[in-house]
């Protein structure tokens, strides 16, 4: 069974900058095609960026050229960098990785872990 922790959230005025890691336990656990997600109140969970264990890297455009995703492959942990910051981006941000999506039903990998809280203040 895999773990994932999120940390690193907080409350930051706009234009700010957090770093946030996703650690995961567990022997099955790959890094390959990780993914940064989040949840705004009353708002679906959306995609935010990927990772291969390679290093390629996918972002959604909201984030693109604000925020950088990485890895270490030995510690099991992926990061986010996030900078300049906007009120907009205020979400609970939790890690996990997207298998398939049947019937309009996405399937992860792992139970999704407790998230961390970002708050961007204007």
């Known amino acids: 069974q895999v773990r994932l922790v999120e940390s690193g959230g907080g409350w930051v005025l706009a234009g700010g900058s957090l770093r946030l890691s996703c650690a995961a336990s567990?022997?099955?656990?790959?890094?390959?095609?990780m993914g940064w997600y989040r949840q705004a109140p009353g708002k679906q969970r959306e995609l935010v960026a990927t990772?291969?264990?390679?290093?390629?890297?996918t972002y959604a455009d909201s984030v693109k050229g604000r925020f950088t995703i990485s890895r270490d492959n030995a510690k099991n942990t992926v990061y986010l960098q996030m900078n300049s910051l906007k009120p907009e981006d205020t979400a609970v941000y939790y890690c996990?990785?997207?298998?398939?999506?049947?019937?309009?039903?996405?399937?992860?990998?792992?139970?999704w872990g407790q998230g961390t809280q970002v708050t961007v203040s204007s």
């Open positions: 996990n990785k997207l298998i398939t999506v049947v019937g309009g039903t996405a399937r992860y990998a792992y139970n």
């Open positions: 567990g022997s099955i656990f790959s890094i390959n095609g």
């Open positions: 990772i291969t264990s390679g290093g390629t890297t």
